[in-house]
């Protein structure tokens, strides 16, 4: 049996921000993604391909057994009829048309989706849902803001009971039906998208996940390629590319 091959989204990133480089290059681009997501399908036994936005996406979803849609910018507020607030990223119109393709053409192919941050937000735009563009942060708690390591378990989630999510995780899950896990996130799911089952709520009541066993989809806010070790959601994602991998 072969490794699956993990396609990952990528975002652009400007050459000028890499530091000294000829002149000659400034305002050419690049297309990339935090090594994490690759570390992370590669520990867990897949192969990781990072893809680029020059390719059809239902060519390159034609040769993968598994997506991972990867964080980044906000997805553009125009999408889900709402206007930019003060405290919108940047957007890029042009990826959230292509992420939107590679959705439509894995879940048509039948491949499973591991979906990140702006991923999950992705996923749920993707099937007609909304946004909150903004979380306030309460109490001194910012779901975004913070100074520790990326890998800090900052808060958990309680965790839907029979959901792939649950059983995806295992024994990260307490006896309580809870998990913990990072947060670098600004915005968060509001109205789900269809066949979105909502199953995972930070203790403000903030959406941290959402799934389609149907479509095998599952979407979370947290950053499971940050935390330490071989996160559990990356074994449920090689497992599912695996079982529809070539052998």
């Known amino acids: 049996m072969t490794a699956p ?18 002149k000659g290059i400034y305002g050419a681009h690049l297309w990339g993604v935090f090594a994490d997501y690759c570390e992370a ?38 999408r889900y009829n709402m206007e930019p607030v003060p405290e919108s990223t940047q957007h890029d119109p042009e990826r959230d048309e292509f992420e939107f393709g590679l959705v439509s053409a894995a879940i048509e192919s039948r491949i499973p989706i591991l979906a ?57 899950v307490d006896n309580e039906g809870n998990a913990a896990v990072n947060s670098y996130h600004h915005q968060a799911i509001d109205e789900p998208g269809n066949g979105l089952r909502i199953v995972a709520w930070a203790p403000d009541g903030t959406i941290e996940a959402v799934e389609s066993a149907q479509d095998r989809v599952l979407a ?24 529809g991998s070539s052998s």
Do not use: K, Y
């Open 116 to 172: 990140i941050c702006r991923g999950c937000q992705v996923v749920n735009v993707a099937r007609g849902g909304t946004l909150i563009q903004h979380l306030p942060e309460v109490d001194g708690f910012s779901h975004a803001e913070t100074q520790e390591h990326r890998s800090a378990r900052r808060h958990s989630v309680a965790v839907a009971a029979e959901s792939m999510l649950r059983a995806a995780l295992g024994a990260d």
């Open 5 to 22: 091959l993990i396609g990952i989204t990528t975002r652009v990133i400007e050459a000028s921000s890499l530091g000294a480089i000829p």
């Open 41 to 78: 399908v590669s520990s867990s036994g897949g192969i990781p391909v990072m893809i680029p936005r020059s390719v059809n996406p239902g060519d390159i979803v034609a040769h993968l057994d598994g997506l991972l849609l990867s964080g980044g910018e906000d997805v553009d507020p125009n």
């Open 220 to 243: 979370v806010q947290w950053h499971p390629e940050m935390h330490s070790g071989v996160d559990p959601i990356f074994n449920w994602l090689i497992s599912e590319s695996t079982n």
